[in-house]
């Protein structure tokens, strides 16, 4: 157990749909991360925050947004679903902002759009 | 954009044998990191690798980072069945903020 945590661990909705995804990271990390993951894509970076703030984004589409809150916890956005929007989604968190501190990530949300 | 390449993609492998896996990624990076994925779920870090000439251990795994060739291995020394999984290695973008994947090695060992 790394100590993230998402829900829900398994989402099924309509093409068209929009769904949140909800990570909390572990007790004192202040950057979360947000990947995919797609048979066809491969592990791909979305976005970074840290204590709040974004802070680097990578393959993000625009239907998709994220933010991060006070309490540190941050929500993935998904909206206008389409099926190719299937597949594992996972956050990690760490220490600090750079890339000098190991990611922990958590058990990952399994998206099937239908 | 900073490519990650890992080679095999596939690896089927007998118990006791040994074998490396090897990571190339393109742009200047000095630090990389290595994964596991067991089938259906999350990543599980194996190693940090900081600095050129860097080499970590555990167990049946060792890693290595050569920073000037760009590449990374990842050995395995006599493999045995709870190594079988799914491995990465990532690097990390110049600002620091982006982590890019290599394509991932399965491996299967074979009793």
């Known amino acids: 157990d790394s100590g993230v945590t998402q829900t829900p661990k398994h989402l099924i909705t309509a093409t068209g749909q929009r769904v949140t995804l909800r990570c909390s990271p572990r007790?004192?990390?202040?950057?979360v991360y947000w990947y995919q993951q797609s048979l066809d894509q491969g592990l791909q970076f979305l976005i970074q925050?840290?204590?709040?703030?974004?802070?680097a984004k990578g393959n993000i589409l625009e239907r998709f947004s994220a933010q991060q809150f006070p309490d540190l916890h941050s929500e993935l956005n998904l909206s206008s679903l389409e099926l190719g929007d299937s597949a594992l989604y996972f956050c990690?968190?760490?220490?600090?902002?750079?890339?000098?501190?190991?990611?922990?990530f958590g058990p990952g949300t399994r998206l099937t759009v239908l | 954009e900073l490519k990650v390449e890992q080679n095999p993609l596939f690896l089927s492998m007998q118990e006791g044998k040994n074998y490396t896996i090897y990571c190339n990624y393109s742009?200047?990076?000095?630090?990389l990191y290595w994964y596991r994925q067991d089938p259906g779920k999350s990543l599980e870090s194996l190693f940090v690798?900081?600095?050129?000439?860097a080499v970590k251990q555990e167990g049946r795994l060792m890693a290595s980072l050569d920073t000037k060739a760009r590449l990374s291995t990842l050995h395995i020394t006599a493999a045995v069945h709870d190594l079988s999984a799914t491995y990465f290695c990532?690097?990390?973008?110049?600002?620091?903020?982006?982590?890019?994947f290599g394509t991932g090695t399965s491996l299967t060992v074979i009793p």
């Open positions: 990690a968190s760490s220490v600090v902002a750079s890339g000098r501190n190991e990611q922990f």
């Open positions: 007790s004192g990390d202040l950057s």
């Open positions: 925050y840290y204590n709040g703030e974004e802070r």
């Open positions: 742009t200047t990076s000095d630090r």
């Open positions: 690798l900081l600095s050129n000439g």
């Open positions: 990532a690097v990390v973008s110049r600002t620091g903020n982006q982590f890019y």
